[in-house]
């Protein structure tokens, strides 16, 4: 039977914890992180299901102390002061899963079902490559998607195995490959990204290789390729997809070999770099049409992050453009957006995603320079891609309450006057 310490000080929580476990499982209580140093030091726990926000010290640092002092329990952070910092910060020293209040406790209950599963294979929590600096604050992750995606980034980081990333175009691949080099052993060397569709595919090759002098016209001195100069760092390729066939066997042996040879050279270069690649088409399907190899295929995706689009995070999305707004303001006066604005955002699928989002955002601001504040109309929003929550009663109702002045009756549903004209077409309403 599992042994399962829950860290809380508040009572109330701890007991609904303990009262939902006991039944399956042996459960002591701390009432706080001291008193759980303590009794960690005299009895031994499979599981430790902890608080994050404590007097005296807080979750994160049990978990540090914790490992200190030689357990290996599977560590559950839980808060309600969630972020993305915490998140990444708890994971990376060896918490083995994060939750933020309220949470189901059907999903605790899974969580700890999956590591009575897992502890009987062999898997180490206690990792320790931690993290040290401050989560880049371009990252934003408020909605438990991309918290997950984020989970699964930070688990990778610590790692040197080659990672897939995957996702529509615009929802920040590029900023999550920096984050897993920003968080790995290789930090402190260089972070190179390359779009392979932004090079011509005839000059691919000596770029990505590079060339020894003379190696063809116009060579007059050799050049070093970005597999060099990711060299004991991070080379991020983009657009993997779309890479010509010739060029997928070319990566392949490198993969496997892990070694290059510029074009025109003669000796073979030995590479320590750790590979990001990353693309917004289905690699499976273009496998199955015989347009990508499956060996390389399968080299690349060693691990996989998909990054959600935009309209699955929905709760990043004012967060997101608050971040914008202060990253792109350069006038003399602090700039928000009104509630009218932050409706229509959370109302709009972004086609674009995060990439559409910044651009909004950045072309708003010249707009809004002299009064403060990001109205709706700013935003240029494209009306297709809105969403119409609002039905034939709501119209009906806002008509007969401003007497039929459709400027009014716009106001009073938070969408534009276009918007508006557009729904009494639909509903048929004259």
Same mark, same amino acid.
């Given at each position: 039977? *599992? ?25 002591? @209580? ?8 303590? *009794? ?6 499979? @599981?430790?299901?902890? !608080? ?26 839980? /808060? &309600? ?31 700890? =079902?999956? $590591? ?18 401050? %989560?880049? !604050? ?7 998607? %991309? *918290? ?5 980034? &930070? ?17 920040? #691949?590029?900023?999550? &490959? ?37 190696? %063809? ?11 060099? =100069? ?15 066939? !010739?060029? =997928? ?8 070999? =892990? ?8 000796? !073979?270069?030995? +590479? ?5 690649? &990353? ?12 347009? %990508? ?13 998909? @990054? ?35 409706? +229509? ?40 891609? $809105?969403?119409? /929550? ?10 007969? #309450? ?29």
């Amino acid at each position: 039977m *599992l042994k399962i310490l829950v860290v809380d000080d508040d009572k109330n929580s701890r007991d609904i914890i303990k009262l939902s476990l006991e039944n399956s499982y042996e459960v002591d @209580v701390a009432l706080n992180g001291v008193h759980a140093l303590e *009794l960690i030091r005299s009895k031994s726990y499979d @599981v430790v299901i902890c !608080d994050y926000v404590m007097n005296e010290i807080d979750g994160i640092e049990v978990l540090k102390k914790l490992r200190k002092i030689g357990s290996n329990a599977v560590f559950i952070l839980i /808060t &309600a002061f969630g972020s993305s910092d915490i998140a990444i910060k708890a994971i990376q020293e060896g918490a083995y899963e994060y939750l933020s209040k309220p949470f189901k406790m059907s999903k605790l209950k899974q969580i700890i =079902q999956n $590591v009575e599963k897992g502890l009987n294979e062999s898997k180490t929590f206690n990792e320790t490559n931690k993290l040290e600096n401050d %989560f880049d !604050d371009q990252v934003i992750a408020e909605s438990s998607v %991309f *918290l997950e995606t984020l989970k699964d980034m &930070a688990r990778v980081a610590i790692s040197d195995v080659p990672v897939l990333i995957t996702g529509e175009s615009g929802v920040g #691949k590029e900023i999550v &490959a920096k984050s897993i080099h920003r968080y790995s052993k290789r930090s402190k060397y260089p972070f190179v990204a390359v779009n392979c569709n932004a090079i011509p595919g005839s000059l691919l090759e000596s770029e990505l290789f590079g060339y020894e002098k003379g190696a %063809f016209t116009g060579a007059d001195k050799g050049k070093p390729g970005y597999f060099e =100069q990711a060299q004991k760092g991070t080379l991020f390729l983009d657009e993997i997809g779309d890479l010509e066939f !010739d060029l =997928q066997v070319k990566l392949l042996r490198v993969l496997q070999e =892990q070694s290059i040879r510029r074009v025109g050279g003669i000796k !073979d270069i030995k +590479l320590d770099v750790r590979f990001i690649f &990353a693309t917004n088409v289905d690699l499976d399907k273009k496998v199955q049409e015989g347009k %990508f190899r499956a060996d390389l295929y399968y080299r690349l995706k060693v691990a996989e992050i998909r @990054v959600p689009p935009l309209r699955e995070r929905k709760e990043d999305i004012i967060p997101l453009a608050n971040y914008f707004i202060r990253k792109y303001n350069t006038f003399n006066r602090e700039i928000k957006l009104s509630n009218k604005a932050e409706k +229509l955002l959370l109302r709009y699928d972004f086609p674009g995603n995060v990439r559409e989002l910044e651009n909004i955002i950045r072309a708003s601001l010249i707009k809004a320079r002299y009064t403060g504040i990001i109205l709706d109309e700013d935003l240029n929003i494209k009306e297709e891609f $809105v969403k119409d /929550t609002i039905t034939k009663e709501d119209i009906l109702q806002v008509l007969e #309450k401003t007497r039929n002045n459709r400027k009014k009756a716009a106001e009073l549903l938070g969408v534009s006057r276009a918007t508006f004209y557009r729904l009494l077409r639909r509903y048929n309403i004259d």
